[in-house]
Structures are given as C-alpha cells and as structure tokens.
C-alpha cells in the first residue's frame, strides 16, 4: 500500500491499488489522525468528504464516508465539486479537515485521495500524510459506529464569492474544461457573469473522452488552440480533471508559463491589492523574480509547500509552475478560476492583446522541465554540486546553481527514478550549451 502514498496526497490505479477497502481505511486513519472522534472528547469533530467526476468516484467516497464516521467523526459530504470548492467549503465551515476523492489529471483508470487538516491546510509526506499511512496499513480499525453522516452544498456561496471578484466585461474567451468538473462552478458563475464565453468539452465524464485531462501536455491543448484560432476569441482557458489547476493561452493558440501568468497579475495590482507579495516556485523565471523583487518569497515545488510560504509571509498570491494559483482571499487556497477571472480583467483593460502583454517577461531562454531517468539520484546530485560549486547555491529543493547569465534546478521526482532539470539564460546558446553539460553530469552516475 505504501506505492499509493505520494509526496502530497494518495494516488493509484482503481480498483487494484485504490479501492473501496483502502479508501474505508484511509478515512478511518484521517478521522484518527485528526482526533476527530468523539470518544472522551463529547463531541465528534467534522470531517468534510468531496468528489471529482471519475466513474470510481461515488463507490470510493461512500468508502471514505463509512471509515469516517466508523472513526466517531461526522462527515459532511459536499457533493460532486472541484478541488477548490472543497478548499472553499471547508473553511466555510470551520471544519477540521477534509477528503477529497480524485486523482486530479491523471488518466481514468487513477483514483485518490487528497487530505487536509483545519483551514484546509494540506496534508503532505513532511506534515503527517506518513502518520496517517502507518494507520492505514495497520490492522487496527476503529468501529464505533457513533459519527453522523448530512450533505451539504456551498456551492452557491462559492460561485457568489467568485462573481464578487470579478468585473463584468463582454471578452471573447475560450474555456476547455476537459471533460472534468468545472463546470460545476462555471455554468451558474456565468449566469451572474456578462461573459462571452464559447465552452467546449463541458459534459462531466470521467473516462475522459476528448483528451485527457493533464493541461501541462501539449496534445491536451489542441482543441483549445484550434477553437481560439477559429473563432477569434482573445484568450483561451484549459481545466484539468478536478479543475485545481489552470493553464492559458495567448489569441495566437501559444501556452503561457505559469509564471507569466502571475507576472500578469502581480504587474497589474489594480483593485486587487496595492502591494502584494507573492510565494512563487523557485523554478520561475529570473525575468519574473526580477518583476516582484523583495515582495517574493521562494518555495520549494509542490502546492503544499507554496501554500505554506504564502501563510508565512502573508502572501497575497501563490504560484506553482503546474498552473496552481493561490489567493489570500481563498484563506491561502487555491482556485484556478478566481486566476481565470483575473486574466480576464487584465486582458479586458489593455488595449494589446495578450501576447504583447508578456513581451517584457520574455527576456531569458527557459528550457521548460526535462525529465532526466537515473536511479542514482543523491549521487547525481552531489557531483553537481561539486562541479557548479562556485555559482551561489541553495538546498531548498534539490540543488539551485545561479550565475549572472544563466541559472539551474535539479531535483529529484518524488514519485519516479527521475531527476528533473530546469535551465535558463540569458541566450539560447547557451542554455543548449549547459542542458548538455548538465545532462552529461547527470548521466556519469546512471
């Protein structure tokens, strides 16, 4: 069972790995972990239980219910949702954690669950998601039968807290929401909204039928690209499976990095803040470090831990190179369509289109992330630093190299035998120049 447990929540292949008895369990160990049970305290604590749209999804959750409340906690389950709704909804009520049912964009066949304790604050492998995996592999099995079970919906307060935020205007836009739940949100969001939006794959279907559901590969771009280009539309928007991530496309059809998108929006301040600071991924762009300066803070890869440099340093946003965005205004959670609504008023005020708008954040050439297979990891690691050890280094994540023209992180997957490498500089010679020799260092220790 321990192959399910990830760095930041539990993932596998449904039914061999996930499935109805490990998903009973995992809500046992979260209640226990949690101390949510009423057992000597008098009153059982609350347990907030969403779901994506995936074909295992509803059997799944009824099992994580059943674990639950066997544990003494109640549960509260919010209906099918996306992963920010269940941020949301938790907070709303001042809950004492939450499981949400999805494997998030990965294929159909995936299934899992992600954890988070009060606030919604995440769970991961360094704040206790170990703790609740040695409960789940034990025998023991609490079944005291005494918790209550009641569902409840806010999902109505969310699309209210979402039309607030957002100023009316009749942009041509784009949404993929690529067959995930997203729409659960955006139809009614719409409603209140004076958007002139042109929707494409809006059925909730689990099997994922038109593409899959990962945004950070190209191929799932393609219908987006070609609706943008046929209509004329001024942005374009895809969703993943669970619609926690967001990515963006320019009226030319091309992607934006992640951090072009937060450049966007910390550059435009507007309403929104008057001078924020920002957590963002250590992998983001010199050219939008230089853009915020002292008002950001780095953190290591992984939402968790972004969100946790947010709450630190009274961030106001948080970003992740994977297209997570986090709002102050979400109690430092994310919501990848409160970023879509932002875009949208920044695109609406220029007068130049949106590739124009990042020009300026294009000063450096960036390799993008390149997944280097090795078993060797530290081995590789060390050598690395051993060879680069006259640039200014950090440990925060993996091993960080900057030098005045060209910078580098390697790190290793939390999941796989990967080691994966970003590079940027000032020139595309030589960034080729240092893929190469890095990947060659790399591979000494393969």
Known sequence: MSNIFRAYDVRGIYPEEI????????????????KAHSAGSGQAKTIVVGEDGRISSPELRQAVI???????????????CTTPLFYFSINKLNADGGIMVTASHNPPQYNGFKIVGPKAVPISSDSGLLDIQKITESNVVANEKIGSSKEISFKEDYINFLAGQSKANNLKIVIDASNGVAPIVLNELFKKTNFNVIPINFDIDGTFPNHLSDISKEENLRDLRNKILETSASVGFA???DADRLTVLDEQGNKLGAEFVMGLMFKAKSRWFRRPKVAYDLRFSRSIKELIGKNGFSSRTGYSFVRATMKKHDANLGGELSGHFDFKEMNYAESAILAMLRIIEVVAKESKPLSELIKPFLKYFNSGEINIEI??????????KAKYADGKMNELDGVTVEYPNWWFNARPSNTEPLLRLVVEANTKELMDQKIAELTSEINKTA
């Not at 059943?66 to 099918?80: E, F, H, L, N, P």
């Not at 078993?375 to 690395?384: M, P, R, T, V």
């Open 239 to 241: 969703f993943d499976g």
């Open 66 to 80: 059943g674990g639950i409340t066997a544990a003494g906690a109640d549960s509260v389950y919010i209906g099918q």
């Open 19 to 34: 499935n109805t008895d490990v998903a009973r369990r995992v809500g046992n160990a979260v209640s226990r972990y949690l």
């Open 375 to 384: 078993q060797n990891c530290e081995q590789a690691l060390e050598n690395i």
